[in-house]
């Protein structure tokens, strides 16, 4: 059964930093691309920022690019989105998504959230 399990969101004031983290089980994470969405009240959700298998490749929203930095270490099956200089904007429900990066697996996976709030 795979798993998706997002921590570290929590409040922070206005330009501050806090990195959030999703570690996966029950799949082989290597063999996945990871991507961060985020959901705020009332609006769709939104990718954030994505990466490839083996970190070869990352994307990023307009809105967060030079503040949003994801990374992953497929040694512990965890994917992480350090982000700085936050904003009140920056206030969602952060989720973790798992897609196949290899023809031969199928699947579309994704973690429960974790709510980051970005206030003074």
């Known amino acids: 059964q795979v798993q998706l399990v997002e921590s570290g969101g929590g409040l922070v004031h206005p330009g501050g930093s806090l990195r959030v983290s999703c570690a996966a089980s029950?799949?082989?994470?290597?063999?996945?691309?990871m991507t961060w969405y985020r959901q705020a009240p009332g609006k769709e959700r939104e990718l954030v920022a994505t990466?490839?298998?083996?970190?070869?490749?990352?994307d990023y929203a307009d809105s967060v690019k030079g503040r949003f930095t994801i990374s992953r270490d497929n040694a512990k099956n965890t994917v992480y989105l350090q982000m700085n200089s936050l904003k009140p904007e920056d206030t969602a429900v952060y989720y973790c998504?798992?897609?196949?990066?290899?023809?031969?697996?199928?699947?579309?996976?994704w973690g429960q959230g974790t709510q980051v709030t970005v206030s003074s």
């Open positions: 998504n798992a897609r196949p990066g290899v023809t031969f697996l199928a699947g579309d996976y």
């Open positions: 029950g799949l082989t994470f290597s063999f996945y691309n």
């Open positions: 990466i490839s298998r083996f970190a070869g490749s990352t």
